[in-house]
């Protein structure tokens, strides 16, 4: 997203985008009854918003739980070499337990939500992703007992 597509949004744009973070099924006439335009407005600063990366995907969210375990694990580095940290977020990217990555500022590098089946499959994954890269000085894994906030919705601190 660009700084000029933040920028371009108006009142009507933040409204029709608080909608569809809490409900992505509204049809563009339901969008528009609810913040005072026609359905083809809704439906061209949708497109807008879509074009313009502000809008970056629609998709079902699954609740982690029906699939089985999910861990909070910190991943530090030995030394950190700009090319080993590419390397690791290039191969984070293909393993599909991960559900988010992020490259943290403080004591660890990295924090990666992973899903697994059971504890076994887990340290399994552990050992051949984690522990088999040697840039990995050490890693601590938080298993999560239940979910007490979870929101897509967007709203920045003010």
Partial sequence: ????????????????????????????????????????????????????????ADVALVDPAALGLTF??????????PSRLAAFRAAIQSEACVSQC????GDIDFVLVVHATDPAAYEAWGERVLMGNPDIERYSSTLV??????????EPAR
């Fill in 1 to 56: 997203m660009t700084q000029n597509a933040l920028a371009s949004l108006d009142g009507f744009d933040r409204a029709i985008l608080d909608l569809v973070q809490a409900d992505n099924l509204l049809t563009h006439a339901e969008l528009g009854q609810r913040v005072g335009l026609s359905a083809s407005a809704v439906r061209r600063r949708l497109a807008r918003m879509r074009q313009g990366g502000v809008i970056v």
């Fill in 145 to 154: 007992w239940s979910r007490v906030k979870f929101a897509m919705a967007v």
């Fill in 72 to 81: 909070l694990v910190s991943v530090r580095f030995g030394r950190e070499v």
């Fill in 102 to 105: 992020y490259s943290v500022a």
